[in-house]
């Protein structure tokens, strides 16, 4: 009798325990589990994007004169790596951060006189990104900061580290974007004589939109391959 009593507890107990288990596996993801999911497809659109997603081929930004205008692409760098894509006096907070990749494209404004690289710098989490921001000029100075992507037989060919003339500095979530803007006639900063930051100034804009689109929250797909709830 003992033992009848004995099994049929156990048995309650194994049913109490499997129907708890199938609960678990068929409810749907809780507030802290969708939010977790977020901030990890956020953190992984830097890789799951495709480039011209991160950096469309155009991107607007205010003219001078009052209106919108668009800034073109010219090309996106094929390479990743955090190393040698700023000055040295800033590559060690990016990797004192974390960083996991810097993806780089340069864009030409409506007149295709201004020049503007944008960098996107990918890191672990908020406060890596905030960590290595706080190493770059929050006041517009270009250096030190991101260098400049050129393209060979391309308007951009003479984009070099001399002919920067201003800089920016965004950062949001796990990301860091910085731009880097000169003449596109190669003139170096030292001969441009008056300095006009009003003329670079758009490149904040444009790494605004750029930071904007890697981190506007998404409603998750917990069907969809780059999520997990």
């Known amino acids: 009798m003992a033992a009848s009593a004995l099994t049929l507890v156990c048995a309650v107990t194994a049913g109490v325990a499997a129907g708890a288990a199938g609960t678990e596996l068929t409810r749907g993801p809780n507030t802290a589990e969708v939010r977790a999911a977020v901030q990890r497809e956020t953190a992984e659109r830097w890789r799951t994007w495709a480039a011209g997603r991160v950096f469309p081929a155009r991107l607007p930004y205010s003219a001078e004169q009052g209106g919108t205008e668009q800034a073109s692409r010219i090309g996106i760098s094929p390479r990743t790596s955090c190393a040698g894509v700023v000055d040295a006096a800033a590559d060690g907070a990016l990797r004192a951060a974390g960083c996991r990749a810097v993806l780089r494209a340069t864009y030409i404004d409506a007149l295709r006189g201004v020049l503007v690289t944008v960098g996107v710098a990918a890191f672990p989490d908020e406060r890596a990104a905030a960590r290595a921001g706080a190493a770059f000029p929050q006041a517009g ?89």
């Open 141 to 229: 100075e270009p250096v030190p900061g991101l260098r400049p992507l050129a393209f060979r037989g391309t308007v951009a060919d003479r984009f070099t580290p001399s002919v920067r003339q201003a800089g920016s500095v965004h950062q949001a979530g796990p990301y860091v974007v910085l731009t880097t803007a000169g003449q596109a006639d190669g003139r170096p900063a030292s001969t441009a004589g008056e300095q006009r930051p009003a003329v670079f100034a758009f490149g904040g804009e444009l790494a605004a939109h750029v930071l904007h689109r890697l981190t506007a929250p998404r409603l998750p797909d917990c069907a969809a391959p780059e999520w997990q709830c």
